[in-house]
C-alpha cells in the first residue's frame, strides 16, 4: 500500500478551497493506482500549538508540546508516508499562519533531513493573487526536509467553498499525477540534483558547526553514519 500524506494549512475543514484541490489531485491518483492510502490533514482540522523556542527539538531530540497536541501523529504519519504534500492557501500574500505554525514545529526535521529520499510536492490557492509565494516557502522547507520537490498545483477560489473548477484545473491535475504516478508505481526513483546537494552540505556544516549548542542533531547525524557522506546523493544510495 502505498501512503500519501497531505498538511493543508486552511482553518476552514471541510470548506478551504485548497483541500478541496487537494482532494481533486487524490481522485485522480486513485483512478490509475488503486493501492493507495492518501491521508489529508488541514489546519482546521488538527491541533498544532505554536513553537515555544525552548530548543528541546534540537538539544534532546524531542518536542515536549508532541505530548499535548496532534504534531506527533502527524510527524508519525510523515515518516510513514511514500508521498508528502504540503499546501496553504495565500493569506495576506504568505502561508498562512496555520501553515507556518506547522511549519515552525520541524525545526529539527530541516536540521538532520529526516524525510529523505520522499517525493513530494505543494498545492496552493488564492483568490486571484499570486501563489508562488506560497510554493517557493513550501519548496524550499521541502527541500530542506529531504523531499525531492516534483511538482506543484494551485488553482483560484474567489471565497471559501468555491474552488474554480475548469477544464484548465483538471489539465493541471492531469500533468501533476502524470509526474508522480511513476513514482508511486516505483518505476522511478528520486535522483539528487545540485540543489538537494547544496541543502545537504548546508545542514552538515550547521550541525557539525553547532555540536555542542545542538547536540540532538549532531547525535543524529553521528548515530545513523551521516557524517562521512558528501551529499544528498550519497544519502539516496544510503534510503
Known amino acids: 500500500m502505498v501512503k500519501i500524506f497531505a498538511y493543508i494549512g486552511s482553518p476552514l475543514k471541510n470548506n478551504s478551497n485548497t483541500a478541496a484541490l487537494t482532494r481533486l489531485l487524490f481522485d485522480k491518483l486513485t483512478a490509475r493506482e488503486a493501492d493507495i492510502d492518501c ?16 530548543w528541546t527539538c534540537m538539544t534532546r531530540g524531542f518536542c515536549p508540546l508532541d505530548e499535548h497536541d496532534d504534531m506527533g501523529l502527524l ?17 495576506t500574500e504568505h502561508v ?11 525545526a529539527a526535521w530541516y536540521h538532520t533531513i529526516r524525510l529523505a529520499g520522499k517525493p513530494g510536492m505543494t498545492i496552493a490557492t488564492s483568490a486571484g493573487g499570486n501563489p508562488d509565494t ?13 523531499v525531492k520537490v516534483l511538482t506543484r498545483i494551485d488553482a483560484i477560489g474567489y471565497f471559501p467553498g468555491m474552488l474554480m473548477e475548469d477544464d484548465a484545473l483538471h489539465s493541471r491535475l492531469d500533468a501533476a499525477v502524470d509526474k508522480i504516478q511513476p513514482y508511486l508505481s516505483g518505476k522511478r526513483r528520486i535522483e539528487s540534483d545540485q540543489q538537494m546537494d547544496q541543502w545537504f552540505q548546508t545542514m552538515k556544516m550547521k550541525v557539525i558547526m553547532g555540536k555542542d549548542y545542538l547536540p540532538a542533531d549532531y547525535d543524529y547525524w553521528e548515530s545513523r553514519g551521516l557524517l562521512h557522506l558528501d551529499s544528498y546523493a550519497g544519502l539516496l544510495a544510503r534510503i
Open 96 to 106: 498562512s499562519g496555520q501553515t507556518k505554525t506547522f511549519l515552525d514545529r520541524l
Open 134 to 146: 506560497v510554493h517557493d516557502y513550501l519548496n524550499m522547507l521541502l527541500s530542506v526536509a529531504g
Open 39 to 54: 491521508e489529508l490533514f488541514t489546519g482546521g482540522g488538527v491541533k498544532i500549538l505554536p513553537c515555544k523556542g525552548c
Open 75 to 91: 510527524k508519525q504519519q510523515m515518516l510513514e508516508a511514500n508521498f508528502i504534500i504540503w499546501g496553504s492557501p495565500l493569506y
